[in-house]
């Protein structure tokens, strides 16, 4: 069974860095697409960013692009996603999710193995 593992958040000053990492265990993580979401207090679960199997392809949520950068290592089955310059409002609990599927996507629907999630605090 498939299990992915967060690590990585914490509590961090606006305007700073913190890199998550998400260990999953299994043969299948070379042939799929893997995801990061992320939510917030009183909101829904929200899409951050994901990359295909082979890294060749990436999404990102827009209000992150430019600051988060997402990458794999298929050789260690962990995917990374680094966070720069970080605001208030990317405080949430972030998720790692397995895709279904080679090609990277925004969907929820499209994952089927989700991690239990590392808290990123940003303060002022």
């Known amino acids: 069974q498939v299990q992915l593992v967060e690590s990585g958040g914490g509590l961090v000053q606006a305007g700073g860095s913190l890199r998550l990492s998400c260990a999953a265990s299994?043969?299948?993580?070379?042939?799929?697409?893997m995801g990061w979401f992320r939510q917030a207090p009183g909101n829904e679960r929200e899409f951050v960013s994901a990359?295909?199997?082979?890294?060749?392809?990436?999404l990102y949520k827009d209000s992150v692009k430019g600051r988060f950068t997402i990458s794999r290592d298929n050789a260690k089955n962990t995917v990374y996603l680094q966070m720069n310059s970080l605001k208030l409002e990317d405080t949430a609990v972030y998720y790692c999710a397995q895709s279904a599927y080679y090609s990277e996507s925004s969907a929820q629907q499209d994952y089927n193995i989700w991690g239990q999630g590392t808290q990123v605090t940003v303060s002022s």
């Open positions: 299994g043969r299948a993580f070379s042939n799929r697409a």
């Open positions: 990359i295909s199997y082979s890294a060749k392809g990436t």
